[in-house]
């Protein structure tokens, strides 16, 4: 994996939080000694470590290069253990790397993570124009965060720096940091969540902005290639000065310029086999014990955060539809719903919660017995081997997102399905489905009947069509696992970083910074074999 020699990975999370714990002194994490900088008692502060997903799999790269990631520091004890700029070493243990924290205040936190991040740019990315919620300030603090982060990367950036944002919570900062930090560093960011159509993207109250923000980027990533087209259709639009070339997907502004590229991210496939088969019987035993699941019945299964994109009130409709249609499968099906709570405070957030959790009794109402309810609903968080041991025993799961950027959850079953017995019904409104859909069962989440007809088809599936689909479908998660994604953002970054466009595995090599610079076409070609994002 080509890394760059010197990496600074900004991101609103951060991959270590320390916080007091009075139970550290029994746990094997906790500091126990005085600090000698800054004097601190640290005697009582244990450190979380990054557990999965990004953060864990960004972690050991950032310990091979000595980088610096930035994030805020939102843990109690954060500050207690940094020195005078801010940096602490992480991991703990070997202090390989620096870990700058931002000290954000309540208000900070309220305005630009809860407000203009998950009121205004979420909403609209996921093509829910009609939740977006303005509140006086929120922009501004946006901006002031965005500076923030930025002032610090100027800090830290050398000239050969290449530094990584990551997600929406930074739209602004790329042109801040572009011209603050010298012009041979390299500034890329990847977008987590979907982009919308330009006619949902008119919605955004600060939209030129976000996108000169962003066009500060020489390298700007989405999960699905047709984000970016998305994000080239609303430079274009909104942007009329920009240089827009869709073949190449750059875009040339005030004399800068920026690459869009779609690259699928995966998850730890390795790790998510491992812990599905080591999980054994009294696991899955006590899991059933806690939640009131009857042994031996066929078992599917939803795991989401609760947020309002991922369509859990649809799936209940559906599974409603799907008991109404077949009573035979009443008492021999059981759907264990899995939903965290999330952005609690926000009031869309509130309303869709209490939705699910009414939809949810409703059901178990109209259908549930004394010793069945169709539907176990926890809002419990639970760790990571029981999710596995639920994945690996599930023999289906649903994944009915109204529209999802890619969706870690279907890779991760398919990766514990170690059995190779479950079977994916996946949304045709996730960024994964561009490379599960052969495989899984394709739903539209809002065509209610079709959705539970797709069920019962799950559900009668032979042994060998299902055990054919699941091997293809492990192929595909184990060969574009999360190691593979990080091999080509880092190929990608190092490509850029070099001046040279050419994408990584491209045959041609004629797809140079300058060609697409100078390029004044506004080239549409491809524009319209794609799909429109909402
Ligand atoms: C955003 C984009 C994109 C959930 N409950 C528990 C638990 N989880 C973990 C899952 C999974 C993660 O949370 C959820 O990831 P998703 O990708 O499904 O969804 P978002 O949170 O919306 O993520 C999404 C992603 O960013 C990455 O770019 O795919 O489209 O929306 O990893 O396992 N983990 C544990 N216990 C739980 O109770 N241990």
Redo the contacts with the bound molecule.
């Keep these: 994996m080509r890394v760059p020699d010197s990496l600074t990975v900004v991101s609103n999370r951060q991959p270590y939080r320390h916080e007091y714990d009075t139970e550290a002194e029994t746990n094997g994490n906790a500091e126990t000694e005085p600090d000698a900088e800054t004097g601190a008692d640290t005697a009582a502060i244990s450190v979380d470590e990054p557990?999965?997903?990004?953060t864990a799999g960004l972690d050991p790269v950032l310990q091979e290069t000595s980088g610096t990631w930035i994030a805020w520091g939102d843990g109690d004890a954060d500050f207690d253990v940094t020195d005078a700029r801010d940096c602490v070493g992480v991991p703990p243990e070997e202090e390989c790397y620096t870990l700058r924290r931002i000290d954000l205040s309540d208000d900070a936190v309220d305005a630009y993570y809860r407000g203009f991040s998950n009121r205004v740019l979420w909403p609209l990315c996921h093509g829910f124009a009609e939740l977006v919620e303005e509140r006086d300030d929120d922009f501004e603090w946006y901006r002031t965060v965005n500076a923030t982060f930025a002032d610090a990367v100027a800090e830290h950036a050398s000239s050969d720096s290449v530094v990584w944002l990551q997600d929406y919570h930074f739209a602004l900062a790329p042109r801040m940091i572009r011209e603050s930090i010298p012009s041979s560093a390299t500034v890329a960011q990847f977008w987590?969540?979907p982009w919308p159509s330009p006619a949902t993207f008119e919605y955004c109250p600060e939209g030129k902005q976000v996108l000169e923000g962003l066009l500060g980027n020489d390298l700007l990533g989405f999960?699905v290639e047709r984000y970016a087209d998305a994000f080239l259709d609303c430079v274009r639009r909104y942007l009329p000065d920009a240089a827009v070339d869709r073949e190449r997907r750059t875009v040339h502004y005030k004399g800068h310029t920026t690459r869009a590229v779609g690259t699928p991210?995966g998850?730890d496939a390795d790790s998510y086999d491992q812990r599905a088969r080591t999980a054994d019987a009294d696991r899955l035993h006590a899991l059933f014990e806690r939640y009131d699941i009857p042994q031996n019945v066929t078992l599917g299964l939803g795991?989401?955060?609760l947020?309002y994109?991922k369509g859990i009130p649809e799936r209940l409709t559906a599974l409603e539809r799907f008991f109404e249609g077949n009573p035979g499968w009443r008492g021999e099906f059981t759907f264990v719903q899995?939903a965290?709570p999330s952005r609690t405070e926000i009031p869309a957030y509130a309303r869709h919660g209490d939705l699910v959790r009414s939809e949810v009794d409703r059901i178990n109402r109209r259908f549930g017995t004394d010793d069945w309810q169709p539907i176990v609903y926890t809002e419990?968080?639970?760790?990571?081997d029981d999710?596995c041991a639920l994945y690996r025993h599930a023999d289906l799961l649903i994944v009915s997102s109204l529209c999802?950027?890619?969706?870690?959850?279907a890779q991760?079953y398919v990766a514990a399905s170690v059995d190779g017995d479950g079977t994916l019904l996946l949304s045709d409104r996730?960024?994964a489905h561009e490379r599960l859909s052969e495989n899984a069962i394709s739903i539209n989440p809002t065509a209610v009947e079709e959705f539970a007809d797709r069920i019962e088809d799950a559900l009668t599936l032979s042994p060998q069509d299902r055990a054919r689909r699941m091997d293809a479908l492990r192929k595909t998660i184990f060969e574009n696992d999360i190691d593979s994604w990080m091999e080509t953002q880092f190929e990608w970054l190092s490509r850029v970083h070099d001046g040279h466009w050419t994408a990584p595995n491209s045959q041609s090599g004629t797809d140079d910074a300058e060609s697409g610079a100078n390029s004044e076409s506004d080239s549409d070609s491809g524009s319209h074999e794609r799909t429109s994002l909402v």
């Design positions: 557990t999965g997903g990004l987590h969540i999960h991210m998850v795991v989401d955060r947020d994109t899995k965290t419990d968080i639970l760790p990571a999710l999802d950027g890619m969706n870690l959850v991760e996730t960024g």
